[in-house]
């Protein structure tokens, strides 16, 4: 009775199973939002499966799988996930999808893992938004959908109501982003802990396109930058991470975009603004202090890249995430 009771408080999630789903990208939500849970050890999401018809639906790895629910589970969901589809089977039916979706909530998130984002694409849904989905797909996405701006190097990209993934562990990836939305980085940290992976995974999916194999004497940059996330404090430049790579600075540059996908500069700041947020959340140090220890000058330049970032102040981030209760209290 406990946990019925537990389970009748918490965000409901609707996993849509589409025929020749992807198994791992279907069990992804249970597995990593289920593990999510509040102080009193309640769950904090209910994950249940359904299909289009509430019949059974083949996977792509030869069986098939029997959800407890048909489409109305969608009307009842907070949240919405497509599940991963083999993208050379046929295409789901679109009639019969956009009579299931014109059944969501119109403040429930919609969210796709991997191709399932040609689902949503297909529906319109995200036209004049950025999306991304597997980079192998990235291209054909652009030419079937000009109106969508496909970001191909991210992990996931979190467009406000509808968020979309890159390939198989990149669900992961944003399955710990939802948590960290609703509860959170000390319940998302916890949960990674849990399913013993990475709570932030650095730089984004170029990191993982096929490329050629690099000469033996190249020389990788996770040193330098493990050494700039140790010292985030303190200016730190591109000269200077160069060095500590023993590379030059446009060697250097160039083999940090092939490893992260992004530039250093860009890097940096990321990281800056993700320990800002971490600091907001677990801490009570002030703006002007956080703004310091994460290497961001001052409370106005913090100010300025939170709200770039996230679109909110500091004091609104903080306030967020305090009001949920899994982080310390706020003193003022």
Known sequence: MCKNRAMANSHRVAVLALDRVMAFELGTPDRILSSAVGDDSARLYDVRVCTLDGGPVRTSSGFAVLPGHGPELLAWADTVIVATIDDDGPFPDVQKLAEAFATIRADARIVSFCSAAFVLAELGLL????????????????????????????LFVDAGRILTSAGAGAAVDLCLHLVRLDHG????????????????????????????????????TSEARAWALANLDRPLSIDELARRANMSRRSFTRRFRDETGQSPAQWLTRQRVEHARHLLEATDLTVDQIAQRAGLGTGVSLRQH????????????????????????ATG
């Open 127 to 154: 036209d004049g938004k950025s999306a991304t989905t597997h980079w192998v797909l990235t291209d054909r996405m652009r030419e079937r959908y000009p109106k969508i701006n496909v970001d191909p190097d991210v």
């Open 185 to 220: 980085s000390a319940v998302a940290n916890a949960v990674a802990r849990r399913c013993v992976v990475p709570p932030w995974r650095e730089g984004g999916q170029a990191q993982f396109i096929e490329r050629p194999v690099p000469d033996e004497r190249d020389l990788s």
């Open 306 to 329: 939170l709200r770039a970032a996230l679109g909110v102040s500091p004091s609104a981030y903080r306030r967020t995430f305090r009001r949920n209760g899994f982080a310390a209290a």
